[in-house]
């Protein structure tokens, strides 16, 4: 069989290396081309020794048929509109094509946003929600990782109207999820023993968490706050989502069975009788979901937890990549969690 | 100056080896008497090194004016009874003395309380809302880890009338939290690079946090979501608190100047203007405090940072104890936090 | 093709659950059977969420055509022996087959050997010094995880005769490595921030050590000293060799291209230009080896890393089974370490 | 009493900031000036929230009787020397002063020295080797954090012969010793999880170690290879060292007891009679030494614990300015460790 030719834009990063550990163990896919600024000219296993991969990290990418890019907002728009013209398929990982609105670029993101048409052809990433506009997609935009947590945990509450508008959204964030750009704020001894919160005055993963949560909703558009916060480890993302229940007739076992009918389709997530863990998705594309009721004060609580390097990127954009080229969606997913 | 003779029970556990720690630095105050199952017969310094003390640890307290009980629930009581009886002041760190009502100890903790009277007589020893009480008690009830960086969070504004009594409150905790006890939950494999929520339904320290909230609450009694999680580092709990305004006239500014008003007399108070991080807590007695408003949602949001075994926990203890002394709140308390 | 049904005794711990997750992947074989005491009665993705298998933990081993047994030492060889006497195939992944003197186990391990004939039948499973034996064999002994790491940092050098017999050996274990049994020591609030050497009387470990470096020796019996470290990590190895070099004519670019010689067939051993990284090894059976020369004092200084837990432990197994079984080495264990 | 005025040059970094803990709660010093290039203009309690002092941070030290340099090497010597001609006593933390040979700066360091005549007018700060020659200088060179750790580890069994001059120092540092500097070494998902040595082609602080084992021996020059690693805690020290024994008559009791007489006058060093934990230490001036003897092979192995950034940086920067000032060694340094 031909493997389908794949390749990488900015291959240094924390999702650009993981994707390459994912692709380069994908059994029908090869990966041909990667690039990365600092480390052009070097091979993938002399920068990143856990990768057994001699291929050159180059300037530009070339000879593919399906791109991942990994790279900043607006940055990403521009190196993909032409591979789009040049008829690759591509997945990009950053913000640039996931909001609908392109008014909300220059609010959110501080640029205008440079085609409006692609933000109309864009798929919204997250194939839970989106599977069949996926796979016949040119161009698909990977979910924020935040996103992928908080939307997967409310998405079946919300279809189906079991709570209002009104949503708490308190994410606990590893360290790795801020990138492997250097920063005070990650560096070792100022991130280990410690825990806060950030971006209080509005994350940029908000807006994409009320488009999708708006679009499943038949209510007004949802009122979310979201936190998210920095926490001691390297990966994970657990997510605990807070929202009045509009009415209290449903009980602890109907939404967990009301969560698991939503799901029954979806291979990488799971329904959990008990709040879940973080490290039980360490390294998988797993999301654990565990759906309660506060009976106290009729609210519903839901806790999920995610990689935020696969399920939150890499491992969704490989997801992605497999609906897009007709493949089973699990194919090169397979990984269990590695535990402990 | 004849120092008072002061004595812990159970030295052995991570609150019982903290107050050792802080008492025996304290310019004030002798420690005289420390008891401890498991370690009984061994001198203080030879159970834990980095205490500086040939103290031996006994079966039986003796001789002391002012007793610390750092022992579970339940089991707390019943020494702290023949104590009291014997004219010994007590600061008791369990929860056997904290709810006024004593229906809520069968309910919450499982057993019927021994002392009713003791129940109304007890001083909740939380100093920012109880000063005058503990200066004059016999007995004080020292405020659990979680309860204490909630209510400090959230008094200011439920005081003033500034929020309704529909409140979230999320903690993050460090994993010393859960005691010197061994369990599977806190074995370090499992809880390095692991987040977990856990007691969703219905965490022990959600009565404390009910009934102190109404004390200061003109309206119903606060409908209260509380849920705790565990983060991997020792020490420091991270509060995040969600409330809907009651009215959108404050400010930003206003808010932390009501905030810095309502704590003007509290030393171990500070009102920051960003989100703190638990690491500039710890070691200290310091509880920092940082008010938002989420203007798109009109909700309050309040973020407070404390060390769990220190003001959460013996740092809160030994100010009571001087308050209870008439000595300055803040004597054998001023170290500044270990950062980084 | 007929899957050869495998199983595992002692599932519970974290050797046995790891060969779980990697049996439960591997093309070749299926795991039909696992044992453990606590969990008896339950599925393994219940007990262990990250798994995912709905094998149900039983009393008793069966229907296996080669078991792995991830016991204590002691109770491993209580097992294993009417096993072979089915004729089952063994990896025995205690320390109950290792060591070749039947008087050794009264003096380290403090039993009387059982089975004096199967210690020398028993082939040390290190595929890199005993590849052909272990294709062969009925009962396979597979290494500690600290000699892993030691041996395979010194044998190149043991073996050409670079070094004399004065060995150095300091090893720094992630906590994962004293196993899921309840201790204070790996008590998270303990490990955590902490690293402390252990075991200076003499760590098990070490008679196995000195067997091995004695079979490739041509000179005396080396004269090691060991010491291990708990360092505050979960996973990994590092193992840093201090030697006297034989003599100081040797390069450093010599000595590298003998490692690179020695090790030419083994595909899980990489010989790296600087010094190597646990993390890189993380989650996969590679072992990294750095040797350098202190051209100071002419001493040889070699370091290695490896996963605790795979190649120091249920990965190395999964290896020894692919020999016996005839199968590729690689098979089922390609995975590449998860970064970061 | 007057307070002696102090100051600190660059107080941003670790050192710097520890510093200023430390000398914010000394009795009888006070701390009135601070520089450090970054954060000028700011006060310390805001850029350092754990830190309570509204002292602004200049862009130049002023009005000080005694200074603390905590600049990088040669830096550090461009603003000492003028300050010393002021007639300012200066504890200087960086290696500017630490070599009496000044053929060492060019070799280690890449700088020619330019103050030759300081470098032998400079005193060696390890308290516990040269009190009488520090109470009277105006100039000290604070230790190195490894060679505080190795220097305390070896010196009694250098001094008494007990060694001969073949030496082998492996130490574990904590992140922190890296420094506040961004650097991807010290990105919190790249340190985190891992362990690594690093400068096996000779670290800076060897030259010191060998400098000062060299004063105490009667031998040949010392022979050390010494190997740092990064381990991920924030902050501690373990040092392991290695040495063959002169001869074999001395006994575990006589070791132990021949380091107690040795530091019989040192209030930080504690001689234990089982391996150290560096948590023991975290926040303390305390060293914590373990001599044993391994008599299977006739050697030496001492363990010591330090905090790298009290005991190996500013701590004993404190405590080489008590002497200076005719201070009772201790003051101002009497916290115990925070623990757990």
Chains 1, 2, 3, 4 share one sequence.
Not at 142 to 159: D, R
Not at 319 to 337: D, F, K, R, V, Y
Request: hydrophobic share 45%.
């Amino acid at each position: 069989m031909n493997k389908i030719k794949t390749g990488i834009i900015n291959v240094s990063g924390y999702t650009g290396v993981e994707l390459a550990r994912l692709l380069l163990s994908h059994p029908a896919v090869e990966l041909v081309s990667v690039t990365g600024r600092s480390a052009a000219g070097q091979k993938l296993e002399d920068v990143f020794p856990h990768l057994n991969s001699e291929l050159v990290i180059k300037a530009e990418l070339g000879g593919v048929e399906l791109a991942f890019a990994a790279l900043p907002h607006k940055q990403s728009a521009a190196e993909v509109i032409p591979l789009l013209e040049k008829g690759v398929r591509v997945v990009d990982i950053s913000a640039d094509f996931r909001l609908k609105e392109a008014a909300a670029y220059p609010q959110w993101y501080g640029f205008n946003h440079p085609a409006h048409q692609l933000l109309k052809e864009a798929v919204y990433g997250l194939p839970e929600l989106h599977r069949e506009d996926i796979v016949s997609a040119r161009l698909v935009a990977n979910p924020g990782c935040y996103p992928t947590g908080a939307i997967l945990a409310l998405a079946p509450a919300v279809k189906q109207g079991l709570i209002g508008n009104h949503i708490i959204i308190d994410s606990k964030s590893g360290v790795s999820g801020a990138g492997r750009t250097l920063n005070i704020k990650t560096h070792y001894a100022e991130a280990n023993e410690d825990a806060a919160a950030y971006a209080l005055e509005g994350h940029r993963h908000l807006p994409e968490i009320v488009q999708e949560l708006g679009l499943l909703s038949t209510a007004d558009e949802p009122a979310v706050t979201f936190v998210p916060h920095l926490v001691p480890m390297t990966r994970g993302i657990l997510t605990t989502c807070y929202a009045p229940l509009a009415s209290n007739v449903i009980t602890q076992a109907e939404i967990v069975q009301l969560y698991r009918d939503f799901y029954k389709d979806a291979p990488f997530v799971r329904i959990m009788d008990c709040p879940p863990h973080t490290k039980h998705t360490s390294g998988s594309n797993m999301c654990l979901v565990h759906p309660s009721i506060d009976s106290r004060t009729g609210r519903l609580v839901v806790i999920s937890c995610i990689d935020n390097l696969v399920k939150g990127a890499a491992g969704q954009a490989v997801q992605n990549m497999n609906l897009m080229l007709g493949l089973p969606e699990t194919t090169g997913l397979e990984a269990m969690a590695v535990y402990p």
